[in-house]
């Protein structure tokens, strides 16, 4: 079946324009994640959703980061007036289930400059 | 508060050769613990799980990892390094009923092997 997909691939942007970053994730999967991977910062949680709520907000890195979740299915990460700190790999996933042991299932990820 | 320590940022082994990856984790509630394996401009994929089941979890590839509560460490094994092997692995904590349900990576270790 499928599995994660995320969109772009690759975006490359401008410093202080706005992105839009896309996740589909796997059909029927309550629970996505986003995630920042960066060079010496390993994999930074972002914000997850269950269904369409994002109960806690507190790993986003600044108010330019917001993200939605629509229908209980796709999600779209925005960066607006972006840095170039912001440049990173942007990982979504799903898994069934919210927490514990159940198995997130990872996008291949957007890779995200800023010049 | 959870946290994940991968000792190694990069191991190099001989192909044929035993492939010892360390994680050590702190939780202060039971964990569920996972290692997670990046080919290059790929996602992350699932290697194994620990669940609490059994404390010796074997994966794909012929991975395998023990969790060993007594010295808080989850570390990942194989007997037979294999040139495909070359990626980089991350070790991650959950907990079970967490407010996030998020996982808490390692800093990742990557491997390499040489012929």
């Known amino acids: 079946g499928a599995g994660v997909s995320q969109s772009p691939s690759n975006k490359v942007t401008e410093k202080g324009k706005d992105v839009e970053l896309r996740c589909d994730p796997i059909?029927?999967?309550?629970?996505l994640y986003w995630y920042r991977q960066s060079l010496g910062q390993g994999l930074e949680f972002l914000i997850y959703?269950?269904?369409?709520?994002?109960?806690?907000k507190s790993g986003l890195p600044s108010d330019r980061f917001s993200a939605e979740r629509t229908g209980g299915s796709v999600s779209t990460l925005t960066i607006q007036r972006t840095q170039q700190e912001d440049s990173a790999v942007y990982l979504c996933?799903?898994?069934?289930?919210?927490?514990?042991?159940?198995?997130?299932?990872f996008g291949p990820g957007t890779r995200l400059t800023v010049l | 508060a959870q946290s994940v320590t991968q000792l190694g940022s990069h191991v190099s082994v001989s192909e044929g050769a035993l492939v010892l990856l360390r994680c050590n984790y702190s939780?202060?509630?039971?964990?569920?613990l996972f290692w997670y394996v990046q080919y290059p401009n790929q996602g992350l994929q699932l290697l194994l799980k620990?669940?609490?089941?059994?404390?010796l979890v074997k994966g794909i590839n012929g991975f395998e990892a023990e969790f060993k509560k007594s010295e808080t460490s989850f570390h990942l094994t194989k007997p037979s390094a294999h040139m495909s092997d070359a990626a980089e692995y991350f070790c991650?904590?959950?907990?079970?009923?967490?407010?996030?349900?998020?996982?808490?990576f390692g800093k990742g270790t990557k491997l390499s092997v040489k012929p």
């Open positions: 996933a799903s898994s069934l289930f919210r927490g514990g042991n159940n198995e997130q299932f």
């Open positions: 059909s029927g999967h309550t629970a």
């Open positions: 959703f269950q269904g369409n709520s994002a109960p806690d």
């Open positions: 939780s202060s509630v039971p964990p569920y």
């Open positions: 620990y669940t609490s089941a059994a404390t």
């Open positions: 991650a904590v959950s907990v079970y009923g967490g407010s996030q349900g998020n996982l808490i």
